[in-house]
């Protein structure tokens, strides 16, 4: 493994891709990253899991500053995990129903039900596949309270950041290389993806907020009458 990155890290980069990718990932910068953090730790999907890890280690290889950029990837997914939690909380059965397969809602629930701190923790320290979403709605809908949910959830995103700045900075150029060389032929689509992705999301996020805020009314408006 180590000749093979050795020899890759050796490899030519064509001139044209090497002004595209950093273009359009770089001057995305810390608010870019932030955005991305909270859209990929919310109930709006991203085209790529681990989209903030990858975008973390690449603005970190280009000389980004590593504390400010792992405090903006954490303060990102905090806020973003926060949506999700209170989604569970105010959607309870019905909104884990919508978000979670069938084929996993008991596991997920029984895990979370045992296991509170580790049901929180776990998912979100460890990269992808393992999944985020439905243990953070679980959390929300079976009662892990707020605190402890922000504090754990916390907790596991600081270290898992704060690894990937650290790989950023000791290995980036090396990862970015073997990475660059292998997405060659695909950064202009997966630009368009991307970029078609996060307006979809926004437009989702807003569409959700307001459908909360309409339930809300209405259960308020029923109560009164």
């Known amino acids: 493994m180590y000749n093979f990155v050795q020899h890759t890290a050796q490899l030519p980069v064509s001139p044209a891709h090497q002004l595209l990718m950093p273009h359009w990932l770089t001057h995305l910068g810390i608010p870019g990253l932030f955005f991305v953090a909270v ?18 280690l690449w603005l970190v290889s280009h000389n980004g500053d590593p504390w400010l ?16 939690w209170e989604a569970g909380r105010r959607g309870g059965e019905a909104a884990l129903s919508r978000h979670v397969p069938a084929r996993l809602l008991r596991r997920i629930v029984g895990w979370v039900e045992r296991h509170r701190i580790l049901a929180v923790f776990l998912p979100a320290l460890l990269p992808p596949p393992i999944p985020l979403l439905p243990f953070a709605l679980a959390a929300g809908a079976l009662g892990v309270s707020r605190i402890r949910f922000l504090v754990v959830y916390g907790a596991a995103r600081t270290l898992r950041y704060s690894f990937i700045a650290w790989l950023g900075v000791a290995y980036g150029r090396r990862i970015e290389r073997v990475w660059a060389g292998a997405l060659q032929k695909w950064s202009t689509p997966l630009l368009c993806v991307f970029a078609g992705m996060l307006v979809a999301s926004v437009c989702y996020g807003i569409w959700k907020i307001r459908s909360l805020r309409k339930a809300d009314s209405s259960e308020k408006c029923a109560l009164y009458n």
């Not at 859209?39 to 973390?56: A, E, K, M, N, R």
Request: proline share 9%.
């Open 69 to 84: 950029l792992a405090l903006s990837a954490i303060a990102g997914s905090i806020l973003g995990g926060y949506t999700t």
């Open 39 to 56: 859209i990929d730790s919310s109930v709006i999907p991203l085209p790529l899991p681990g989209s903030t890890d990858l975008l973390l």
